[in-house]
Structures are given as structure tokens and as C-alpha cells.
């Protein structure tokens, strides 16, 4: 079937591994005129379960994030606070309950919401709020406090998917990954050991982050030996239950310009939803998410993904779900993401560094924080400031991803030097 | 109030260059320190099926499948729907469907959603019901395996076996998804690949 619009536009042409060029879509009727830049990074500590409340997590970002900055609270402007569902804290409109921890009081202030894709949907929210011309300085935090609902978090997932025809069959979170997963490796013939290589890179990246969680030293063999949760998953193929908060300060290019000689650049936003028919998509490849990579690659002059973008934090709630992403914001070819990992294309010394950071299943998966902890680290790898953790080569652009609701949202982020 | 040790500081030369906030608790002090409130709210949803789902509802009492067409864009899906979410027009007509499929994709899950442990693992799977488009499935169970492990039931079903629904009886039926207690690999045809 031919149709116009998003959803068939936009064709990658060349499918060589060579830097595929992208023929772009039109998704954006004109490039902003207003830039936006990250002048400020700042996190707790991410945790199994944290003494400290929601509020104080998100003040302790925000207060790190807007020291980074060199600001103070009465400079902010407006407040975009990115939490998930309110059933982890049994807290019913928690964004607002959060409010004082997020720097939001008296301040022009909302919540960003789209599950687990919140935390660059916050970074979104923001970019929106400034490029608009409304604002010069905006708090962007990320908060979730997972630890609170018991017996576990997973409790909050159950009503996500369809009273009618779905859950009279009891199904649970881990289902849809452990089915997606299936599929993506029966579609390419891949074997559990190409994914779990994904949970050692990471929690050894994590080795070296600060705020880790579950960073440790692991082989494949031990990756595979840990319990089948839901086949093909495995255990340590899992991001942890997690407490943690994550912010970022964005400026306009003049006040960026007076706060720091480094600002970080949003080049490019970009968002999709896929339908909530789950069962009727293609399971094999997140298509949501390269809408969503296009439209911020087309914002940010990308055109050649491969070449131009440096480093790369997707979304890795789940081991398959970094290669999935991978493909999704067309940094790899389909169904060759593992073979590249194998390869070593994505370790932090490679060509193409993927998380890091550690991401989620090594510094932590505390969802909407999450997030917000891949922008914030592309903030200081762009800087050149990252330490133990610095990619080599001068990195000038990154991309963050994430995703989430029920598999259907992609949320996508261009930051760079220039 | 309880004063749990905090985690020792690790000490890394990377960012963010300030001290971390944020106390640790482990499973034990948690269990001692942390006061649990179990709540059972008392609510009760009153979920209309629509009249799409209705109907399908409808089908599954009868021992029916039922799907939808759109003409604009071709394609026949299920579960149905009062409208095409992609043409935005309403459906075009209702299509019977066999109660045959492939399996596109499945699990074999040995966990409840608190993570205990299952002895008897569900293999929750999505089903392809045959004369939809491409792709086009749901989710239900696959049953029916004498097998607990997941290389028995790998060596009894896999992406693209064939299965058929197993009903229940006509007496027992109530409108419901799980009129249809699970579908089973089709004798004889058992794994395509």
C-alpha cells in the first residue's frame, strides 16, 4: 500500500554499512530560528532503594545542575519535571507532589509524560519552552522513586495493557520485552550471546560512573547463567529497580553565552508514537523511533548519521533493546547491530561509543531520571569533561534516545559542540 | 529516625565532579527502618467493551474469530476496531476469521509480575490469526505442551509454528479473550523453523 505522510516517507537509501545517506522526510516544516543550549548537568546518586524521598532526589539534581550553571533558583524561569507512572509512589498527580523538589515553585511549571520515553521527552518539553521565545532559562529534571512500591515496582505495569482483552490472560512487563526480543532475533537469526554482550559492556562502562548502581565486571557466560526470567531474557539482561533523579539547565544562545564558553548545543528534537495495537506492529523494528531520529537529524543537519554523530546513548532498559535502538536511529543496519557490538564498533574506545555512560543496565533504570542521565552525559562527553568515562576523539555530536509507554514511543535528542 | 550507613563514597575521576547525594539502603535496613502501608483501594471500573470489541466478544462466545477490513488501506486486522487509525475513516466491513494462525513471536516466562517464581512457566505469544494482513496479531497463550523446560518447549514450538485455538466448552463461555484458554501447535505440523 502506498500512502503519503510519516509513516512510509523518507526511505534510507544505500543500505551499505558506510555511512547510509537519509533522504529526508519533511517532517519539519522549517528549521527553529531560536537555539537552545545545555549549560548545566547534575544527578543523585541512582540506588536500589533510597532513604531519601523523591523531592529530596530531585533536589539534589537540580541543586547540582544549576550549580554546574553557575545560576540560582530565582533564575529559573520555567520548571519541566519528567516522572513516571504515579502508581510507584501511590501518589495520584505526583508531578505536582514533586513540585518543591524540582525548583517548580512559583514558576510557570509541567509535567512530562510518555513513560519511559519521559526523560528526553523533558529535554523536548524544554527545548520547546525556549526555542518559543518564551523563556531564556529552563530546569529540566528527571525524577522516579521506584523503591516505594511494594512488593515490586512491576505492580505499577499491570494496568497498562488493555482491561478487555489482555489482561484476563495475566500477563506482566516482562512479556512484551521477552516477546520483542524473540522476534528480533528470530527475524535475524541472532543468538542470546550476541545480546547479552550488551550487560557486560555496559556494567563495565558503569565501573566508571559515580552514581552506578550495577556496574560490575561480567562475562557473556555470566550474563547467560543468571536465571531465565522470561525466556529469552535473563536476568542480568534487565535494568535494576531503581531511585535516583537526574537535571539539566537549558539557556538560550545569549544567556548560554554569558553563563559558559562550553555551551552544549540541541541541535535537534525529535518524537513518535507508534499505535497501542501492539500486536500489530513489527515487533523486529522500533519504525516509531527512526521517525522520531529523522526528524531530529533533519532538525540538526544530519544527514549522514554514521559520520556525523560520535557517540550514541540509546535507550537500554532491556540488553536487545540498545541494539534495537541502534538500528531504529539508523546507526546500524538491520539486524547487524549485534555483529557491530561483537566487533567492538561500540565500546567506549571504539568507533561509534554506545552508553558510556552505562547505561541503564549499569548505572540504573530510574525511569524518567534515566533519561535525563543519557542527555546529561552526552553533556559532558561534548565537553570534553568526562574523565574516566571520555570517548576519545573530541566527540562534537551525540545522540540520546529513549522509549517506552506501551512500546510504542520514541524520544530523540541531537546535542553537539557547534 | 533510623540512620543507615550511607554507601562509601567510590572515588572515580569523572563526572559530575561533586560529591553524590543520596542514601543507600539495603534490604535489610529497608525491612527494619521503612514502615510498608499495604492499601487495597477500593475501586471498581465499569469497562464498556465499545462496539467493536463487543462484537468480537460476541464472535469468541460463538466460537468465532472476527476481524475488520479497511478498503482503503487493505488492510484485515484483529483484534477489530470501529475505525482505521491510520486512514481515520470508519472500518469497512466485519471479515470471519478461522481460528488458525502462526505464532510471531513468544515467551517462556518462569516469573509472576512480584517476581516469584512459576513452576509451570506461561508462554504468553503473539498470534498471527490467518487471513489478517501481514503481521497483524494478538496476544494470547500457547498451551497444551507437555514440557516445563525451555529447550522441551523450544523443541515444541517456535516462530512461525502453526497452532489453532483451543475453545472452551460452549456451555462454559462468557464473552471473554479467555474463551479461547490457549492455542496449540497443529498436530502434525508442529515447528515451521
Redesign the interface.
Known amino acids: 500500500m502506498q500512502r503519503r505522510g510519516i509513516m512510509t516517507d523518507g526511505v534510507i537509501a544505500g543500505a551499505g554499512k558506510a555511512a547510509p545517506a537519509i533522504r529526508l522526510s519533511g517532517l519539519i516544516k522549517r528549521k527553529p530560528r531560536r537555539r537552545v543550549a545545555v549549560v548545566g548537568a547534575g544527578l543523585s546518586l541512582f540506588m536500589r532503594r533510597a532513604l531519601d524521598t523523591g523531592k529530596e532526589l530531585s533536589y539534589y539534581a537540580a541543586a547540582q545542575a544549576m550549580e554546574t550553571a553557575g545560576i540560582r533558583r530565582r533564575d529559573i524561569e520555567g520548571v519541566i519535571m519528567a516522572t513516571a507512572p504515579d502508581a510507584f509512589d501511590g501518589v495520584h498527580m505526583k508531578g505536582d507532589w514533586l513540585l518543591d523538589g524540582a525548583g517548580g515553585v512559583r514558576r510557570p511549571y509541567m509535567r512530562a509524560y510518555v513513560g519511559g520515553g519521559s526523560g528526553v521527552f523533558s529535554i523536548i518539553s524544554g527545548w520547546t519552552l525556549v526555542a518559543s521565545g518564551l523563556f531564556d532559562l529552563v530546569l529540566v529534571v528527571g525524577e522516579e522513586k521506584m523503591s516505594t512500591c511494594q512488593p515490586h515496582p512491576q505492580g505499577a505495569f499491570i494496568t497498562i495493557f488493555d482491561h478487555t482483552i489482555e489482561r484476563p490472560l495475566g500477563p506482566n512487563l516482562l512479556w512484551i520485552f521477552a516477546l520483542e526480543q524473540n522476534r528480533y532475533m528470530s527475524t535475524y537469526g541472532l543468538r542470546n550471546e550476541d545480546i547479552a554482550l550488551v550487560s557486560v559492556k555496559n556494567k563495565r562502562n558503569a565501573l566508571d560512573h559515580p552514581a552506578a548502581q550495577v556496574a560490575k565486571e561480567l562475562t557473556v557466560k555470566d550474563v547467560l547463567a543468571s536465571e531465565v526470567v522470561a525466556w529469552p531474557v535473563h536476568r542480568l539482561m534487565v535494568s535494576p529497580v531503581s531511585d535516583g533523579a537526574a537535571a539539566l539547565v537549558l539557556a538560550s544562545e545569549d544567556v548560554a553565552k554569558r553563563l559558559t564558553d562550553k555551551p552544549v548545543w540541541v541541535q535537534g528534537v525529535g518524537w513518535a508514537l507508534d499505535t497501542s495495537y501492539w500486536g500489530n506492529r513489527d515487533l523486529a523494528y522500533p519504525r516509531y523511533v527512526e521517525q522520531a531520529a529523522r526528524m531530529a537529524y533533519e532538525m540538526a543537519g544530519v544527514t549522514e548519521p554514521r559520520k556525523q554523530i560520535h557517540l550514541a546513548e540509546p535507550y537500554d532498559p532491556f540488553a536487545y533493546k540498545e541494539l534495537h535502538h541502534l538500528e531504529g536511529l539508523q546507526l546500524a543496519d538491520k539486524g547487524k547491530a549485534p555483529e557491530d557490538l561483537a566487533q567492538g564498533r561500540f565500546d567506549r574506545t571504539g568507533p561509534l561509543p554506545v552508553c558510556p555512560s552505562g547505561g541503564l543496565m549499569g548505572v540504573g533504570n530510574p525511569i524518567a531520571a534515566a533519561g535525563v542521565m543519557k542527555l546529561c552525559e552526552l553533556f559532558w562527553q561534548l565537553r570534553g569533561e568526562a574523565g574516566a568515562r571520555q570517548v576519545p576523539g573530541n566527540p562534537e555530536r551525540g545522540v540520546a534516545q529513549a522509549w517506552g509507554d506501551l512500546m510504542q514511543v520514541g524520544t530523540v535528542a541531537v546535542l553537539g559542540t557547534r | 529516625m533510623a540512620k543507615?550507613a550511607a554507601?562509601p563514597?567510590?572515588v572515580?575521576?569523572?563526572?559530575?565532579?561533586?560529591p553524590?547525594?543520596?542514601?543507600?539502603?539495603?534490604?535489610d535496613e529497608?525491612h527494619r527502618?521503612?514502615p510498608?502501608v499495604a492499601?487495597t483501594p477500593r475501586l471498581e471500573?465499569g469497562?464498556d467493551?465499545g462496539a467493536a470489541?463487543g462484537r468480537?466478544?460476541d464472535g469468541l462466545r460463538g466460537g468465532k474469530i472476527y476481524g475488520v477490513r479497511c478498503r482503503v488501506?487493505?488492510?484485515v486486522?484483529t483484534?477489530p476496531?470501529a475505525f482505521c487509525?491510520?486512514d481515520f475513516k470508519p472500518m469497512d466491513e466485519w471479515v470471519e476469521l478461522p481460528d488458525t494462525g502462526t505464532i510471531?513471536?513468544?515467551?517462556?516466562?518462569?516469573?509472576?509480575?512480584?517476581?516469584k517464581p512459576l513452576r509451570t512457566p506461561?508462554i504468553?505469544?503473539?498470534i498471527e490469526i490467518d487471513g489478517t494482513s501481514p503481521?497483524?496479531?494478538?496476544?494470547?497463550?500457547v498451551g497444551g505442551l507437555r514440557a516445563g523446560s525451555?529447550d522441551a518447549i523450544r523443541a515444541q514450538i517456535?516462530?512461525?509454528t502453526p497452532v489453532r485455538a483451543v475453545w472452551k466448552t460452549p456451555k462454559e463461555r462468557e464473552g471473554?479473550?479467555?474463551d479461547v484458554l490457549h492455542f496449540a501447535p497443529i498436530d502434525g505440523r508442529r515447528k515451521a523453523r
Open positions: 543507615p554507601r563514597p567510590r572515580i575521576d569523572a563526572p559530575p565532579h561533586l553524590m547525594r543520596g542514601r543507600a539502603l539495603s534490604d529497608f527502618t521503612t510498608t492499601w471500573y469497562w467493551t470489541i468480537f466478544l488501506c487493505g488492510r486486522v483484534p476496531r487509525e491510520l510471531n513471536t513468544f515467551s517462556i516466562c518462569y516469573v509472576t509480575w512480584d517476581m506461561q504468553p505469544a503473539v503481521r497483524v496479531g494478538f496476544l494470547h497463550l525451555v517456535g516462530v512461525g471473554a479473550i479467555t
